[in-house]
């Protein structure tokens, strides 16, 4: 009996094996679009990871340098002689060919144990590393980038990719220095050492970080794309409740039959479970694997932009991880379950013989309608209240969850009173049926309108937040980098003779002077500049004082980065603490977009004077810019300045738009597979409709309406209710790119961005949205006009 | 002698260490110089290093007592490597150094090792004045200008769990081995130059978590350099130095071979300082029971007979698990001598896996 009830129940699938695709493809899809973040973020996560763990920074102190100066190396042996277990390293980038990699110089023979994957204990004997051989290891992937490089390259996965570990000689020898950036301190030391505050004052231990830098700098990005991967999950869930939903109505009759023959109302419910439940597996199984490439196909643009943004190196290929694969096919069970619950639910409580009419369906969907306009109310309201009283990243995207979903319930209801405003205003028979057959068909079609809706907001919405901030990104590019060449030396001595050389050559030597510290337990960068046109002229503030340059360059006043102005809540007048014993006026706040970090600008000879120490080797050049190459040129050459340590405006300026526009094309290809999961939405909806609404128009087909009419029409309405959606998908997309401008970029960058609008990319997407929907109409448009005359009869035949 | 031959360990990866015979020290020795026959010795130019040899080593064993009587061992050793047959020069590393330091009680057995480059002061050896040094830890003369540098030191050394600070006075002369220092390894003819001051008494302190404590004794001092000690075919060593109650000294080595017999040399040193060199076979030297260490079967029990001394005597581990947890690994520590003869001393075993 359970077999043969569970082999009819199975056979609705064969008879519409449309409906099954339309099933298991929408899940796979949602399943897909989910596990692609989520590999994507796995990926980068390990990435980070690695490099935090690289040299056992995160299990290692560090002793440094107070003012960020480098070490000499017999501060080194010094410091050994004393008993200290410590073990120098040396950082820096280099350009080698194409790419650009970062260094690390170690000490093979003093590294500490935790340090692996070098040293003694590791996979490589000191002696590779060191005499001639030169040993250097490198990640996989980025051997196969230097292999034309005339470097003894190993490969180790041990170390992070664009990295290289080598001996301190051969670092050195590679960076073209001699000295050290800080030195690792053995977990575990003698006891009775002289304190290091006694024999090394100028340093200082810096606790280790489990974290890393990166993993908290990246951390907003990262919610960013899961915001979006679980947008695209809710819209193709959106499809699988709507198909499932669909299914059990068309099977009452089935189930009808069953129940009438004996079969308990729980093993029926039961039997659907197990199909829900292997049908998941299976689009499950599917959804992982096209996660899989849609991760491999993203993570390049996604590598390449976390190095742009955040300097980090995560592999351009993808690995297979279990944690995102069985989160894959967990979150299909969840989602098949959570669509097919209602269903189940309805179905317990229906009476036994329930007629099983489409009208009757819709009319319980519109009874239902009334309870989804007031959750969608309801929830508005809390992201009203939410946006309110604001807080955090999370809150952010809460507000947004809210307000998309708010927005879709309410699409319905907004839908049925636009179009009965329309059936006022119909003048005839034909044109009256014509509104309330599109009423009619508004409960079958809703979760897809309200899919292609909640795409067409992301479209909008991230569409207006990403122009906004390029129009702003270029404007303040162009402040910001006014200087027309930025040029670093190595070392004091060449400094100085850079300084001598160029004070003939340009308008204006500008020192760049920077040291970190500490604010709030952050760290800060602080800057010390010197008064100049170029400051005063195109620095980009978004407060001032008045005479606000006057009062920096008399050293009476500071001004911070908007990311330190809103992280610690300052205003305008505060006194900020920037070291102990000095405090500064805050006189002005500029944007610093792009930068993670808080800055403070003091005046020039205020900072060297409070940090005799800092290294004066970075300028900023001002020379006519016509000038410009030349006198790069002529560093060069003339003063024999390596062409890595010369910046020139232009560049400048490319690479970083270069990098915003990739930071954005993760979010664009989001943004339009979203955009396509809808369409297939409602290509579902409507072919599963197009059976069911045989009934409702074979009348007005024996009225005499042809059948080419009756198809157009039908294109017509869809097309009808897409530019309704449209319509409501415009404002609730530019409140979405307000949310995202002014709360979650404040939240998640501590930037906020003035919001422009772009009526052009409107109307873009209404092109968009009406070819998606007249391309999922086609099918069922084009069936409807094959349809036999002797099906439309039938009609009458069955008519129950 | 002894294990000392470690010192080229570093030079290895495990896997090569295990290809080339233990520690890589059958390996062959391309540009660096050899021991040679006929060579003399100078003082104090030779406490210093000799960077065209491979391999090198300043090497301290005591035997202690506290004032109850109880016994301790302990041990200061600086290695020399060379990766290339040329004095040092900044950090390229040319010249490395390693350094091993342990104390040895009855049951408890602490030890600790160091590395570092040559050519930037971390570590390193200055004959005249003579000092040997790596971090912290030190080897320094206490004797007078002119005076023999060796004759009187100061050592000190510094791990986690322990520490101490001794001072050493010879009381009698250096004791060349082997032919005039050259010391023969094996049939076919490997060798290093090999000379030892055996005759310190030591005064001093450790330190151990259980605390201070006052020890004195005897101490002997080796100093070993080659470039190719051991034959490619020998797989370790049994070494040991002894100082009889009668005032008399033996230094005695077993080389250990895949293909052929064991090979043994000795030294006797009489009270006077004067020393007798005694070739393959004149010692015996034969394990007794093993015991369990570090996952593996090492004999703590040996039965020594040099017929021309009328020796024959059996010397037991203080500690049977006197094992140096160190890069390579080795048994190291104190034994005490029963038999014809009575005394103390240090015994060292390699390569047995």
Same mark, same amino acid.
Request: proline residues 5%.
């Given at each position: 009996m359970t077999?043969? /009830?569970?082999a009819?129940l199975l056979?609705?699938?064969?008879y519409?094996?449309l409906?099954l695709?339309?099933?298991i ?6 399943? /897909?679009?989910?596990?692609g ?15 935090a763990a690289?040299l056992?920074? @995160?299990t290692?102190?560090r002793?440094q340098?107070?003012?960020?100066r480098?070490?000499?190396? @017999?501060? $080194?042996?010094?410091l050994?002689?004393a008993?200290?277990?410590?073990s120098?390293?040396v950082e820096?980038?280099?350009?080698l060919?194409?790419i ?7 000490d093979v ?9 070098i040293?003694p ?7 590779? $590393?060191?005499a001639g051989d030169?040993?250097v290891?490198?990640?996989p992937e980025?051997?196969?980038?230097l292999?034309?490089r005339d ?11 664009g990295?290289?570990v ?13 000295d050290f950036?800080y ?7 003698p006891?009775?050492?002289?304190p ?8 200082k231990?810096v ?13 907003s990005?990262?919610l960013n794309?899961?915001a979006?991967?679980f947008l695209s999950f809710a819209?193709g869930?959106? &499809?699988?409740h709507a198909?499932i939903g669909l299914?059990f ?6 189930i009808r ?5 004996g079969?308990p109302?729980?093993?029926? &419910?039961?039997?659907l479970l ?9 689009a499950g ?5 096209l996660g899989?490439f &849609?991760?491999?196909l993203?993570?390049?643009d996604?590598?390449?932009?976390l190095?742009g ?16 694969i069985?989160?894959g096919?967990?979150i299909?069970?969840g ?17 036994l ?5 489409p009208?009757?369906?819709?009319m ?8 989804t306009a +007031?959750a ?8 009203l209240a939410?946006?309110?009283?604001g807080?955090?990243l999370?809150?952010?995207?809460l507000i947004l969850?809210t307000l998309?979903l ?7 209801t907004l ?10 205003m ?5 044109a009256e049926?014509?509104w309330?057959?599109m009423r009619q068909q508004?409960p079958? +079609?809703s ?5 292609l809706?909640l795409?067409?907001a ?5 569409g207006?937040?990403v122009e906004?901030f390029?129009n702003?990104?270029?404007g ?5 980098l006014?200087?027309?060449?930025? %040029? ?5 001595a060449q400094?100085? @003779?850079?300084r001598?050389f160029l004070?003939?050559r340009?308008d204006?030597?500008l020192?760049?002077r ?8 952050l760290p800060?960068f602080l ?9 005063? *002229?195109?620095?980009p503030?978004?407060e001032?004082?008045? *005479? ?7 050293g ?6 908007e990311?330190?102005?809103r992280?610690?809540?300052y205003?305008?007048g505060?006194r ?6 000095w ?5 002005g706040v500029y944007s ?6 808080g800055q ?6 205020k900072?060297?004077g409070?940090f005799?120490?800092i !290294?004066?080797?970075?300028h900023?050049?001002? %020379? !006519? ?6 006198v790069?040129?002529a560093?060069?050459e ?6 890595d340590n010369?910046? *020139?405006?232009?560049?400048a300026?490319r690479?970083?738009?270069t990098v $915003?526009?990739?930071?954005?094309l993760?979010?664009?290809a989001?943004n339009t597979l ?10 579902? *909806?409507?072919?599963?409709?197009s ?10 087909w024996?009225?005499?309406?042809t059948r080419?009419?009756l198809a157009?029409?039908?294109?017509l309405?869809?097309l009808a ?11 609730? /997309?530019?409140l979405?790119?307000?949310?995202l401008l002014?709360i979650?970029?404040v ?5 906020r961005?003035?919001?422009?609008v772009? !009526?052009m990319?409107w109307?873009r997407?209404l092109?968009?949205a009406? &070819? ?8 069922p448009?084009w069936r409807?006009a094959?349809?036999r005359p002797?099906?439309?009869?039938k ?6 | ?6 010192a080229?360990l570093?030079?290895?990866?495990a896997t090569?260490a295990l290809?080339?015979g233990f520690?890589g020290? =059958?390996?062959k020795s ?8 006929g060579h003399?010795?100078?003082f104090?130019d030779?406490?210093g290093?000799h960077?065209?040899?491979r391999i090198?080593?300043w090497?301290l ?11 301790? =061992? ?7 490597s060379?990766?290339?047959p040329?004095?040092?020069?900044g950090?390229?590393?040319?010249q490395t150094w390693?350094?091993?330091a342990a ?10 090792e160091r590395?570092s480059r040559g050519?930037?002061g971390?570590a ?8 040997a040094w ?11 200008? =002119?005076?023999d ?19 050493l ?7 060349l081995?082997?032919?005039s220092?050259?010391s023969?390894?094996s049939?076919?003819g490997q060798a290093?130059?090999y000379?030892s001051?055996?005759?310190y008494t ?5 330190n151990?978590?259980?605390g201070?404590?006052e020890v004195s ?6 100093r070993?350099w080659?470039?190719q ?8 060593w ?5 100082h009889?109650d009668?005032g ?6 077993r ?15 009489d ?6 060199a005694?070739g393959? =076979?004149a010692l ?11 996952d593996r ?9 040099l017929a021309e001394?009328?020796l024959d005597i ?6 049977t698990?006197?094992?140096?947890e ?5 048994w ?9 003869h009575?005394g103390?001393?240090y015994?060292?075993?390699?390569g047995?896996?």
């Amino acid at each position: 009996m359970t077999g043969a /009830g569970f082999a009819a129940l199975l056979s609705h699938w064969r008879y519409r094996p449309l409906q099954l695709a339309t099933l298991i493809v929408g899940l796979a899809l949602a399943t /897909g679009l989910w596990t692609g973040v989520q590999a994507i973020n796995s990926e980068a996560r390990s990435s980070y990871a690695r490099a935090a763990a690289a040299l056992g920074q @995160d299990t290692l102190e560090r002793l440094q340098s107070k003012v960020g100066r480098p070490i000499a190396a @017999d501060r $080194f042996v010094a410091l050994r002689r004393a008993g200290w277990l410590v073990s120098p390293v040396v950082e820096g980038t280099l350009r080698l060919g194409r790419i650009r990699v970062r260094v690390m110089g170690i000490d093979v023979f003093t590294l500490p144990q935790r340090a692996t994957p070098i040293g003694p204990s590791g996979n490589a004997g000191i002696a590779d $590393f060191v005499a001639g051989d030169d040993l250097v290891l490198v990640h996989p992937e980025t051997a196969a980038a230097l292999v034309d490089r005339d470097l003894n390259l190993r490969t180790s996965l041990q170390v992070a990719p664009g990295s290289l570990v080598a001996d301190i000689s051969s670092a050195w020898a590679l960076l073209k220095r001699q000295d050290f950036d800080y030195l690792m301190v053995a977990p575990n030391q003698p006891d009775g050492l002289a304190p290091l505050s006694e024999i090394a004052p100028d340093l200082k231990r810096v606790a280790p970080d489990p974290q890393g830098d990166i993993a908290r700098l990246t951390d907003s990005f990262h919610l960013n794309l899961t915001a979006f991967g679980f947008l695209s999950f809710a819209v193709g869930l959106f &499809i699988v409740h709507a198909t499932i939903g669909l299914a059990f109505e068309q099977r009452r009759t089935v189930i009808r039959t069953l129940r009438a023959l004996g079969m308990p109302n729980r093993t029926v &419910i039961l039997l659907l479970l197990a199909e829900t439940v292997f049908l998941a597996l299976i689009a499950g199984l599917l959804g992982v694997v096209l996660g899989y490439f &849609i991760a491999a196909l993203l993570l390049p643009d996604v590598a390449a932009t976390l190095a742009g943004l955040y300097g980090t190196s995560v592999p351009g290929s993808l690995a297979l991880r279990p944690d995102w694969i069985l989160t894959g096919i967990a979150i299909a069970f969840g989602g098949a379950l959570l669509a097919v619950g209602q269903g189940l639910w309805r179905m317990a409580r229906m009476p036994l013989l329930a007629p099983a009419q489409p009208r009757a369906w819709a009319m319980a969907s519109l009874k239902n309608s009334r309870w989804t306009a +007031l959750a969608a109310a309801a929830l508005l309201l809390t992201s009203l209240a939410m946006a309110w009283l604001g807080g955090s990243l999370l809150t952010g995207f809460l507000i947004l969850g809210t307000l998309l979903l708010g927005a879709a319930l309410l699409l319905p209801t907004l839908l049925i009173l636009a179009l009965r405003l329309g059936a006022r205003m119909a003048r005839s028979a034909m044109a009256e049926w014509v509104w309330a057959d599109m009423r009619q068909q508004v409960p079958g +079609l809703s979760l897809a309108l309200m899919a292609l809706m909640l795409a067409l907001a992301a479209n909008i919405g991230v569409g207006t937040m990403v122009e906004s901030f390029r129009n702003t990104f270029t404007g303040w590019l162009d402040q910001r980098l006014a200087s027309e060449l930025y %040029v670093s030396a190595n070392s004091e001595a060449q400094a100085e @003779d850079l300084r001598a050389f160029l004070s003939e050559r340009a308008d204006a030597v500008l020192p760049i002077r920077t040291t970190e510290v500490e604010i709030g337990g952050l760290p800060v960068f602080l800057y010390g500049i010197a008064d100049h046109a170029t400051y005063r *002229n195109h620095w980009p503030l978004l407060e001032r004082t008045e *005479n606000v340059w006057d009062r920096v360059a008399d050293g009476d006043g500071a001004l911070i980065n908007e990311q330190l102005f809103r992280r610690g809540g300052y205003r305008r007048g505060d006194r900020l603490p920037v070291a102990p014993g000095w405090t500064e006026e805050i006189v002005g706040v500029y944007s610093d977009y792009g930068n993670p970090t808080g800055q403070v600008i003091v005046n020039h000879d205020k900072l060297m004077g409070y940090f005799p120490d800092i !290294p004066k080797l970075r300028h900023a050049v001002r %020379v !006519p810019p016509e000038e410009a190459s030349a006198v790069a040129e002529a560093l060069v050459e003339e003063l024999g300045l390596s062409p890595d340590n010369i910046l *020139n405006q232009a560049d400048a300026k490319r690479f970083s738009l270069t990098v $915003f526009d990739r930071t954005f094309l993760v979010t664009g290809a989001l943004n339009t597979l979203t955009l396509g999961i809808a369409g297939f939405a409602i290509l579902a *909806n409507l072919l599963t409709l197009s059976t069911m609404r045989l009934s409702q128009i074979a009348p007005v087909w024996a009225v005499g309406t042809t059948r080419a009419s009756l198809a157009r029409l039908e294109m017509l309405r869809t097309l009808a209710l897409a530019v309704l959606t449209w319509l409501v998908a415009l404002p609730v /997309g530019l409140l979405l790119a307000w949310v995202l401008l002014a709360i979650v970029n404040v939240e998640a960058f501590g930037w906020r961005l003035p919001m422009f609008v772009f !009526p052009m990319d409107w109307l873009r997407l209404l092109a968009l949205a009406m &070819i998606a929907a007249g391309l999922a109409a086609a099918i069922p448009v084009w069936r409807l006009a094959r349809t036999r005359p002797a099906s439309f009869l039938k009609v009458f035949v069955h008519e129950r | 002698m002894s294990v000392r031959f470690l010192a080229l360990l570093i030079v290895m990866t495990a896997t090569g260490a295990l290809a080339q015979g233990f520690a890589g020290l =059958g390996t062959k020795s391309e540009g660096f110089s050899v021991p040679e026959p006929g060579h003399t010795l100078v003082f104090p130019d030779d406490h210093g290093p000799h960077p065209d040899f491979r391999i090198e080593w300043w090497y301290l064993t005591a035997n202690l007592n506290d004032g109850n009587g109880t016994d301790y =061992g302990l041990q200061w050793t600086l290695f020399r490597s060379a990766l290339l047959p040329k004095a040092d020069n900044g950090w390229s590393a040319s010249q490395t150094w390693m350094a091993h330091a342990a104390v040895t009680t009855a049951n408890r057995h602490f030890s600790t090792e160091r590395f570092s480059r040559g050519g930037i002061g971390q570590a390193g050896v200055a004959a005249n004045p003579f000092s040997a040094w790596i971090d912290d830890w030190h080897m320094t003369s206490r004797s007078a200008a =002119g005076e023999d540098q060796l004759a009187a030191l100061h050592v000190t050394a510094r791990g986690l769990d322990f520490s101490y600070d001794i001072k050493l006075t010879a009381s009698g002369p250096l004791v060349l081995h082997g032919e005039s220092g050259l010391s023969v390894k094996s049939a076919s003819g490997q060798a290093s130059y090999y000379y030892s001051q055996p005759f310190y008494t030591v005064t001093g302190k450790i330190n151990l978590p259980s605390g201070q404590v006052e020890v004195s004794g005897q101490a002997w001092l080796d100093r070993e350099w080659s470039s190719q000690p051991l034959d490619p075919d020998q797989t370790g060593w049994d070494w040991l130095s002894m100082h009889f109650d009668d005032g008399s000294k033996l230094m005695g080595f077993r080389l250990r071979s895949r293909s052929a017999e064991t090979y043994t040399s000795a030294t006797w040193i009489d009270p006077a300082g004067k020393a007798t060199a005694y070739g393959d =076979g004149a010692l015996r030297m034969v394990p007794g029971p093993t015991q369990r260490v570090a996952d593996r079967e090492v004999p703590t029990v040996w039965r020594l007979q040099l017929a021309e001394r009328d020796l024959d005597i059996t010397i037991e581990a203080l500690n049977t698990q006197s094992w140096m947890e160190t890069l390579v690994p080795y048994w190291e520590g104190p034994v005490i001598a029963d038999g014809s003869h009575r005394g103390r001393g240090y015994l060292e075993m390699t390569g047995y896996q």
